[in-house]
Structure formats: C-alpha cells, structure tokens
C-alpha cells in the first residue's frame, strides 16, 4: 500500500469513529490517532488539578503545560498523562460531562491542534476526532464524516460503559450525547461538521467492519491501491 496518506475521520460521539480508526489504521499498516483521547487526557488534567471548568486562563496555562503521549501497545493504544497511562479513567462518565466545555476554547485549541499536526507530519496516519478534516489536517488526502442516530449512538455508549461496569442509564447518555452534540457543533473555534470534500458515511446500520471496508473502497477507488 502507498505509504504516507492522511487520512481524516470525523463525528459526533459514539459514531463509531475510534473502533472505525482503530481497525482501518490496523488494517493499513498505519498510525491511529485518536485526538478525542488527548482532549480526555486534558480534561482529566483539569479534574486533578481542581480546575472549574470556567477558569478559561488556568486550563490554558495547564493545556501548555502537561505531557500527553500516544503509545502502541499489545492490546491497542494507551494514553498517558504525564507518564501514567490514563486509558482507562478518561473513559469514565465525568470526563465526558467536562470535556465539551473545556475543548471549545480557542486558546486550548489551538495548542492541541498543534501538537495534533507535530504527530501527523510525516502521514501514514488515521486521525479521528470533531475537527480533523476541517481544521487539523485541512490538507488530509482522505476525509470521512460519520455519522448516526442519536438512539444508536446512546446504545452503543451503553454497551461499551456496560462492558466496563460503569453503571449509568440509558436517558442519561443520551441526554450527555445530545449536549455534547450541541455544544461541539455550535461553539465559535472548530465547529463540528463535516468539511466540503468529505466522504459522508451514515453508520447506524453498519457493523465497525462494513464501515471499515466501505472507507478502504474510497481509499482504493481515488488512489488505485
């Protein structure tokens, strides 16, 4: 396969994009970065360091200040803050009450997405986050939209908070998805949308592996790979 392609993924929550990334990255022998992880990682940041969500200069002064690394491992990518691997925590439901808020500043933003483009320089990469396709990686060869239901997006946030023993009814995500959906597509700095030239894939139908084929036929079909 050519090597050195970026490629975009994007969606509100529980579209299906990490798993999608995860197994298309695998499959490709590329690079899977999930920047909604990093945005977790900071989000968790602020909750240890008992940041309110509304101290705008002490979140960016922390955002420049923390250490957040991607690493690959056996069982998949880890997150670590600062040294310590946080892939577990930052799943947790209170970093998903927060992170909404705390990513919609422009100054953190703009940090973030600059580490993001540090890690995707040299390509081979599947970035997925709310705004790769359209502010992070503008310049990305290939560029998904996902999207789905509200109902399947909640069910499927269920399930995977259920796996965890993470006890949580269902009205509750989906009140949390509605919020975020709101708040992520609304805010002034890096709306979430899809950007004009991306390939739009609604997923309430589809299994992670139709959804992963389905973007590997537009990455043969415009780069005859």
Not at 68 to 82: P, R, S, V
Not at 100 to 106: G, L, V
Not at 161 to 178: D, R, S, T, Y
């Amino acid at each position: 396969m050519k090597r050195g392609l970026k490629i975009a993924i994007d969606g509100p929550a529980a579209s299906g994009k990490s798993t999608t990334a995860k197994l298309l990255a695998d499959k490709l022998g590329y690079l899977y970065i999930d920047t909604g992880a990093m945005y977790r990682a900071l989000t968790l940041a602020v909750i240890n360091h008992g940041i309110k969500i509304d101290d705008k200069k002490a979140i960016i002064e922390l955002t420049k200040r923390i250490k957040i690394d991607l690493c690959m491992k056996e069982d998949g990518i880890h997150t670590y803050l600062n040294g310590d691997d946080v892939s577990q925590s930052i799943r947790l439901p209170m970093i998903s009450e927060k992170i909404s808020y705390i990513s919609a500043y422009p100054e953190v933003r703009k940090v973030m997405v600059a580490k993001q483009r540090y890690l995707a320089r040299y390509g081979g990469i599947v970035m997925e986050g709310r705004d790769i396709g359209t502010v992070v990686l503008p310049d990305a060869e290939i560029k998904i939209y996902m999207a789905a239901t509200l109902e399947q997006r909640a069910l499927r946030r269920f399930k995977e908070l259920k796996e965890k023993n993470v006890q949580i009814q269902m009205e509750q995500i989906k009140e949390e998805i509605k919020q975020r959906d709101h708040i992520d597509s609304s805010r002034s700095s890096s709306p979430l949308k899809a950007a004009p030239d991306a390939h739009i894939i609604d997923t309430t139908n589809l299994s992670i592996e139709q959804q992963v084929e389905k973007i590997i036929e537009i990455v043969k079909n415009e780069y005859l790979i």
